[in-house]
């Protein structure tokens, strides 16, 4: 069975994270990618993280189903051939700043009159206008200015501190690579192609909005107040490690109470009701961890289950795919990329019943790919010849 | 001109935020969504966080654009309407425990008897089967078990620490309204209706991957190593404030030296390609605290962005409406709910040139459109009134 964008045609002019990690969400659905990058460098992410072979850890998760050309769009000819490609594609995703493809002569006005059904998906940090639209983004600008930094902050007054993943490169993403699907749909039903602007500063805040801002949605008076996320939210250490719990209902949190061998706490009429635990969230916490750092990590997670309270223990970073949960689910793959060698990544996450997705081939070498493709377009062996020896393909 | 997704009629059973997250945003882009709550309390989101007039802030901004109506799952009756509303749906979203569908009769093998085409999704926290399976899964047990919660871990002193918002929960719900729309184009393509499932621990490793485990990715031995990314991601203090600079291209380098006034940096060898910068980070974020301490925030800005660096100000969140980009983009919409009163929330993200999204209707009070729906399908007023006499609607 094919993936459900299988015989879509995407062109990937795009770098770093947030346009590559959308489309190869597409690719992994099985849409046909060519990622366009240009000569010597390619996406600056082939240079950034562990490294093995010539190929980055973080390139190779985001650029897998993905073929590569390496082509240089300064050139004439090598417009040319990226306005062939566009002639047989769907969607051509970019994330310059605003301006730069116009600029170069391969804007949507040029690349619409080409293929009027082609769906133009521009990823910006700010969007394409307003006061910050040229300053350069990467995710830790967006963190400061949508208040992710700010929600990080302890509570009560704590410094701010960022999410220490690329969240708002990654959140974008996510955005994008529905909204394309979206439009390919609309396509699919009558629509033309069209433009599709998404920014950065956007995808963060929708993202950030519902739980981050809830104390900052409702304007005005007459509001019934509720503490932040971050008052409830902690992890607490055992003997050896650390875990976390989250009690809500009254059968969580009594529950919670026969775990940590304190029944009585479950009856305390200054705990009984959500509402009354939601305002001693502070002194509930220290409590419970008092309590929960007298048991070994194994001993308290056994209690808890026991007693079907929420709660998880803390993985590190080299214990997630050891998870007895993630190797069940086989959520996490090994694969043996001909470069770099074996590597770990997670399997699409999405599991369709009929149209699968799956890593189908390796993320490329830097235009792997470029003599291929220029023959599938008709270019001879000739002119690919003296397309390398003029620069304008690598 | 109509949204992408117009003709598109959505059931979602789902509560919280996964669910009704990734259908708000299917919603914003014209599906017609009927939201079926159970009677008395309806999603369990109607009760936590700030409210007014009894809609709470998260209620409000992931349910806007849907309908409501309350079945009591209970009873038959209520069953057969579900049936029938499914006869004409396109897309069933549930996020119940394992299981909890087929014991109710409301599985994916009952529901394409009524609906061949169906769509069918279901979002859980750690997929069908396996040990935590049944477990209560909540968003910080997900963020301990995939990595986030040591990723997060303090620079200092090594302790976890959660993400402050619920990034697992919203990463599902990005993830699972792609998916949605990619079953939808691959039916209008000739794949039929299909099950789809996602866990949030699958969609939570996809989305920390890519930098998060960029240390954790290749496997064996050959390996260039990499600067842990939270050594990337630290705030940096100013004189009354914070902001965020990042760096990554020697060009952005020596941007940063100028803003901060240390054109010299720019030349010192520990610093000149990025390979050096990756390899003394931390040394680096030091001189970059060094030259920042002295200035204020608005200096540091004023700097940075004469010399077109990547930085942005740490803006605190009760001022994130008053930042001059986000309100030159209109990235927020202040509505007025009939219930909740004034309030604000982001706009759909991403801006589509032909089928734009937009908020249609405020989110509805429980049961709201109980009538409304029901008429619709054809029953009259004397059928609906017995139905809402016997507990099957309300």
Partial sequence: ?394 | MAGALNGIRILDLSNVVSGPMAVQILADQGADVIKIEQPKSGDVSRSFGESRGGMTSIFAVLNRNKRSIVLDFKNEKAKNIFYQLVADADVVVQNFRPGAMDRMGLGYEVLKQHQPDIIFVSISGYGDDGPYAERRAYDAMVQSATGYADLQAKANNGVPDLVKNIVCDKVSALTASQAITAALLARERGAGGQEVKLSMMDASLSFLWPDGMWNNTLLGEGIRKMTPILSFLQPTKTADGYVTCAALSDEEWRAVCEGIGQPKLATNPKYLTLSDRLDNWCSMMGELADACGELTTAEMCARMEAADAPFAKVTAIEDLHEDPQIQQQNSLVEIDHPSGGPMRMPRPVAQFEKTPSAIRRPSPMLGEHTNNVLSEMGLSDTQIAELRDTGVIE
Avoid at chain 1, 24 to 48: C, F, H, N
Avoid at chain 1, 224 to 247: K, N, Q, W
Avoid at chain 1, 352 to 363: D, K, N, Q, Y
């Fill in chain 1, 1 to 394: 069975m094919a993936g459900a964008l299988e015989g879509v045609h995407i062109i990937d002019l795009s770098n770093v994270v947030s346009g590559p990690m959308a489309v190869q969400m597409l690719a992994d659905q099985g849409a046909d990618v060519i990622k366009v990058e240009q000569p010597k460098t390619g996406d600056i992410s082939r240079m950034s993280g562990q490294e093995r072979g010539g190929i980055t850890a973080m390139f190779a998760v985001l650029n897998r189903n993905k073929r590569s050309i390496a082509l240089n769009l300064s050139e004439a000819e090598g417009r040319e051939i990226l306005f062939d490609l566009v002639r047989d594609a769907d969607v051509i995703v970019q994330n310059y700043r605003p301006g730069t493809m116009d600029r170069m002569g391969i804007g949507y006005a040029v690349l619409c009159k080409i293929n009027p059904d082609l769906i133009f998906a521009s990823i910006s940090g700010f969007g394409d206008d307003g006061p910050y639209a040229n300053r350069r983004v990467y995710d830790p600008v967006i963190q400061g200015v949508t208040g992710f930094a700010a929600c990080q902050a302890a509570p009560h007054g704590g410094e701010p501190e960022l999410i220490r993943n690329i969240v708002c490169d990654k959140a974008t993403a996510l955005t994008a690579a529905q909204a394309i699907t979206a439009a390919l749909f609309a396509r699919e039903r009558g629509a033309s192609g069209q433009y599709i602007e998404i920014a950065m500063v956007d995808s963060g805040l929708a993202f950030l909005w519902p739980d981050g801002m809830w104390n900052h949605t409702l304007t005005g008076e007459g509001i019934r107040p509720m503490p932040a996320l971050s008052e409830a939210y902690r992890i607490t250490r055992t003997t050896d490690g650390y875990v976390t719990y989250f009690c809500v209902s009254d059968s969580e949190w009594q529950g919670m109470c026969r775990a940590i061998e304190k029944p009585e706490l479950g009856t305390d009429p200054r705990f009984v009701t959500i509402l009354d635990r939601i305002g001693r969230l502070a002194e509930i916490g220290e409590i419970l961890d008092e309590a929960v750092s007298q048991w070994s990590t194994n001993d308290i997670c056994a209690r808890l289950d026991a007693e079907e309270v929420p709660y998880a223990r803390v993985n590190a970073l080299d214990e997630v795919h050891n998870d007895p949960q993630i190797r069940h689910r086989g959520s996490i793959t090994e694969v043996v990329h001909s470069k770099a060698g074996t590597m770990r990544m997670p399997k699409p996450p999405a599991r369709f019943g009929e149209t699968p997705s799956e890593i189908r081939f390796e993320a490329p070498t830097l235009g792997q790919h470029t003599d291929e493709i220029l023959l599938e377009l008709g270019r001879s062996s000739d002119q690919i010849g003296n397309y390398h020896a003029t620069g304008v393909v690598d």
